[in-house]
Each structure stands twice: as C-alpha cells, then as structure tokens.
C-alpha cells in the first residue's frame, strides 16, 4: 500500500490558509495548501483510504479521499492560492505569501501520481 502523509505545521486560523508537508512513502515531495482553519472547510485530521480518478473540471488525474462524510469529492490537486479549493488539499514545491510558488504545483502532483505505484492508497492527515 502506498502512504501520502500530510503534516500541517502552521494553521493561522482566520488570519490565513493552512500549510503543510506531504511526503510518499516516507518521502518529502513538497508542500499543501488549504483552507483556513475557521473556513470550515478544513479536512478533519484522521487516516483515508483514496483513489487517483480523472477530474472532469480538472481535466486531470487527481488523488480524491474516501469516506469524507459528510463532505464529498475531497481531493489532492494543483492549484496556487486559497480560493482555488473548497476544502480540497493543493500541492507545490514551496511558497511565496501564502501561495504556492506559481508554475511549481503541476510538477509537484505529476511527481506524487509518479511514486504512487501500488492499487491500495492511504491518505494520513495529521
């Protein structure tokens, strides 16, 4: 089973988003982005099942996490900034403010579904 580890090390609240680390299979490949704590949007801490599925509004593969209830389509995809995700996690090699560093999370998620080489996928959020 291949393991993608999230660990969140700033949650500013409602001053600005959640940052993290994400690792495959105990190795660093770079960094989250989420929502404010406050938003209500935060994903709960806790160990998921996933899977990796095309996104139509993506045009993409992306990782989506199982058993979100009472949320749904929750999902580990690219993107720079806040407002690109309701409660998804987004992913890059670094930041710049509170962003992704521009151009660094499509390569960032290409390396991610590149490592993830076994059919069962767990997602830890810690």
């Known amino acids: 089973m291949d393991v993608i580890e999230i660990n969140r090390t700033t949650v500013h609240g409602a001053s600005g988003p959640t940052f993290g680390t994400i690792s495959v299979n105990g190795l ?58 309701t409660g998804c ?3 890059g090699s670094g930041y710049s403010g509170n962003e992704i560093i521009g151009g660094s999370s499509e390569p960032t998620l290409n390396k991610i579904l590149a490592d993830l080489k076994a059919p069962a996928l767990q997602v830890i959020i810690r």
């Open 89 to 91: 996690i987004l992913v």
């Open 28 to 85: 660093p490949v770079g960094v989250t982005l989420e929502p404010t704590f406050t938003s209500g949007q935060l994903m709960s801490t806790g160990t998921y099942g996933a899977f990796k599925r095309f996104s139509p509004k993506a045009q993409r593969i992306v990782i989506e996490l199982k058993n979100t209830h009472p949320r749904t389509n929750i999902q580990i995809h690219i993107g720079n900034e806040v407002g690109e995700t």
